[in-house]
Every structure is written in C-alpha cells, then in structure tokens.
C-alpha cells in the first residue's frame, strides 16, 4: 500500500493563486473573495462546493478553509490525488476540476473499469451515466446497465475484481489453481528444428520467470548441467543469450534439444502464460504430468491434459481454467505431487 507523502513524478495541474482582494479568472470559472472568504464560481453561474478546483478544497458552504494544496502525482502504478500535507484521496469518488474521478483502496485513480455500477474512462473521468448491476437468468449471471450494454468476450474489472464474460455476456468461472507455498516443480520443456525460433522466445518467458534479474540458475540441456543468468531479462547460456544457444544447439544436432529445469511452482505457473501471443505450440511436462499443445491467444493460455483440453488463465501465480474442473485427472495429479494446495475452489472472479 502506498504511504502518503510518496511520490515518483509529478504532473502539476494548473493552479490559481489566490492574491487578497482580487477576483482572478480560471479557466470555466471565477476565484471570488467576500467577507467570510475565498470561493469559486462556475460558468454556468453556481458555485462549487465539498469539491476540489485548482487544487483548493471548497467546503459544504463553499468556502476555501483548507490550507494545503492538492495535485496530481503518478508512478507506475497509476495516478493519485495528494495535498502538501500528504493527504490524498482513498476509496472516494472526487470532484475535481468539475471532472468526477473514484480512487482506489490504494488511492489510486480508477481506470477502464466499472466502480459501483459506473463505467469510468482510460483518463479516470466518469462522463456514462448508465448504471450497470449484476443480473441472472436460466443461463448464468450478467453485468448489465440501465442502457441495455453488458460486456461480452471480455475481462473487465468491476469493483476492483476482474471477472470475464463470454461470447453471450454471461460470468465465466474458473477453477483456482493455487502453488503450494515453497512447492517445487520440474518442467520439461523440448525444442525441435521446426519451431527453434519461437520456443526460444517462450523458453526464455520461463527460464526468466524462474530466475530473478542478476541472479543465476543450473538448468539442464539434454542432460548435461548448465548455469543460465538472467542480465536485465535477458538469459544467457554459455555467455550466449538464450535465442542464439537454442539456434545454434539445435542446428548442430539437428535434433530435439530438451531443457529441464526445477523451480518454484508459482513463478512456473506465472512463466507459462506468455506475453502476447505465441506462434509456437509446445509441451511442458511439470512432475510427470503433461501439459501438452500450450498456446497462448488472445490473452487466453489453452492446452491438453490426459485427452482433456483446457483453456485458463495466470493471475498472480495462479492458474485460473475455465469451468469446473476439479474432479479433471491432471488436477488430481498436480494435488497428489504436492504442487497446489488441496483446496481448488470455483471461484466468479480473478
């Protein structure tokens, strides 16, 4: 959770000085003083009240009687509203600049997502009056607003929880995977002449998701033990990156190269789903169990199990597969080898 009075970059929002005894013009209103104080009137003639403008709070009376001044700062994270003494907005919808914004338990600024029935914008404005709620028929549940819209063939955010609808709108559920905390895996992973080129890029996901940057890790190739390095997310093998080793292992043997490599299950689980999409269907094989024709499409990993095909998700560590699967074989074994917790719950959201 972000502390208040933490900052990375900053972009001002355009403020208004207040000099005694002079109405100053803002942009689509006025600064005006009176007797008891500062406020500020609106194009449209009202006056703004319990929100932000320029920075200044304005009480329920609409008086400036708050002395420290707010702006907008951002990191990587997302943006957040704070004032010189280091307050910020928190879990609130906000007026500022006569624009409505939500921010987050965080304090950051709601984005591309839906907060308490409201759709709220890329830049965090919320201007779609609709009011969207959870409804149900025979078929399922839907999220569906006072317009008619409902989201479908999509993953959207409703409340600070993803939750993804099919092609009809209706919730998709998922069987929730979870690593066992400190578990280990084995992965088999097999490159052949046909698709050298793009497993080498899906290797590297993996190896770079099992491999902290800087640091180093004994992996091995057809049976032999070598040291891989991860510099700056790129992995090396034998002072080569990864993509140039695969090239060239496979071209001098002209045969499959299999790389095997023991790690923690949860950054396993988190390596397999690949960024983008993969032109490049492989196999892995994690303590004897086979996950066979991986591919990852439209942001969607699919693979076969024992004769079964499954299509899922990664969300932090976990893997998320569509429907209930918990009585399938292949979760059974992973529960038998110790790599995912017992408990495999059926779960709306991620």
């Given amino acids: 959770?972000?502390?208040?009075?933490?900052?990375?970059?900053?972009?001002?929002?355009?403020?208004?000085?207040?000099?005694?005894?002079?109405?100053?013009?803002?942009?689509?209103?006025?600064?005006?003083?009176?007797?008891?104080?500062?406020?500020?009137?609106?194009?449209?003639?009202?006056?703004?009240?319990?929100?932000?403008?320029?920075?200044?709070?304005?009480?329920?009376?609409?008086?400036?009687?708050?002395?420290?001044?707010?702006?907008?700062?951002?990191n990587a994270i997302g943006w957040w509203y704070q004032d010189t003494s280091g307050w910020y907005e928190q879990n609130n919808w906000e007026y500022i600049d006569d624009v409505c914004y939500h921010f987050d338990s965080n304090g950051y600024m709601c984005t591309n997502e839906y907060v308490q029935g409201y759709w709220l914008n890329a830049d965090g404005s919320w201007t779609y009056q609709p009011v969207a709620s959870w409804q149900q028929d025979s078929n399922g549940w839907y999220y569906m607003d006072t317009a008619g819209y409902y989201p479908k063939n999509t993953t959207v955010k409703i409340d600070e929880v993803w939750y993804t609808f099919d092609d009809q709108g209706y919730l998709v559920n998922f069987t929730k995977l979870t690593p066992k905390s400190g578990a280990n895996a084995k992965v088999n992973f097999k490159v052949t002449e046909g698709n050298k080129s793009t497993a080498a890029k899906n290797l590297s996901n993996l190896l770079g998701s099992v491999t902290a940057d800087g640091s180093k890790k004994v992996v091995k190739v057809d049976g032999v033990e070598k040291t891989i390095a991860n510099k700056g997310g790129t992995i090396y093998i034998d002072d080569e990156t990864l993509d140039t080793y695969v090239t060239n292992k496979v071209a001098s043997t002209s045969t499959d190269v299999t790389f095997e490599v023991d790690a923690n299950a949860k950054n396993i689980f988190s390596g397999i789903k690949l960024a983008g999409s993969s032109s490049y269907t492989y196999d892995v094989t994690v303590n004897g169990v086979a996950l066979k024709n991986i591919r990852v499409s439209d942001g969607w990993v699919t693979f076969s199990a024992d004769g079964q095909n499954f299509k899922a998700d990664v969300s932090n560590g976990s893997l998320y597969v569509v429907g209930d699967v918990r009585s399938a074989s292949f979760v059974t074994k992973f529960k038998s080898a110790g790599i995912i917790e017992s408990n495999t719950p059926v779960v709306d959201g991620k």
């Avoid at 007797?35 to 319990?50: L, P, R």
């Fill in 1 to 74: 959770m972000r502390k208040k009075g933490f900052k990375i970059v900053a972009t001002a929002v355009a403020a208004t000085v207040l000099a005694s005894g002079l109405a100053t013009q803002a942009a689509g209103g006025t600064w005006k003083q009176d007797s008891v104080g500062w406020w500020y009137q609106k194009a449209d003639g009202s006056y703004a009240k319990s929100e932000w403008e320029e920075g200044y709070w304005l009480d329920a009376s609409g008086y400036n009687t708050y002395a420290p001044k707010a702006d907008w700062y951002s």
